[in-house]
């Protein structure tokens, strides 16, 4: 079973923000999180990855508070081509399992 | 450019038959893992290996072996396909820190 809970969908429009939230109250200490993008009919894609605090590269933001149990996937200024699934998921160091859940699927609206 | 390959897009078999998925992955990575992924439930973890020759049940192995004879293939075996085994199966391969995980653009099979 996937170890992270995240909303099974979010409706949004070109050119807001957009985050999708995602809880992991069992997170351990070394876990790292992670964010994959999928597209339909392709294979997911890394966009981000987190300890704590803030991380931002040129997709999207990755905000993880103090206690770590939650993260929160930012996306600026959404376009149609965002319209995908993402993957909120705990990454073990020097782990092997990577288990990913449903998923939230997002739709961006013109 | 970084790439793991599927040997098929898409693949029709009979029920009963065997069924082998490629992969082949040409970053040296040392995991290599398939997935399966059906509507509504994600990806789901069949088998995984973290070097040649060794192997690891995921989440739902039964029905699925796997062989890694090489360290850059990694192959998916139905012994004796069925028709719940329809589905997208999706290859990936991480280097041993397990930081990025990266992904074949899929085998869609159909068991008939």
Redesign the interface.
Known sequence: LAKTTQPISMDSYEGQEVNITCSHNNIATNDYITWYQQFPSQGPRFIIQGYKTKVTNEVASLFIPADRKSSTLSLPRVSLSDTAVYYCLERTTGGFKTIFGAGTRLFVKA | DVK?TQSSRYLVKRTGEKVFLECVQDMDHE?M?W?RQDP??????IY?S?DVKMK?K??IPEGYSVSREKKERFSLILESASTNQTSMY?C?S?S???????????TRLTVV
Not at chain 2, 40 to 45: A, H, M, N, S, V
Not at chain 2, 96 to 106: K, V
Request: no cysteine.
């Open positions: 793991v995991n893992f997935y509504g439930l994600g990806l789901r973890l995984f973290y690891e995921g989440d999706l990936a991480s041993r820190e397990n930081t990025e995980a990266f992904f074949g653009q899929g």
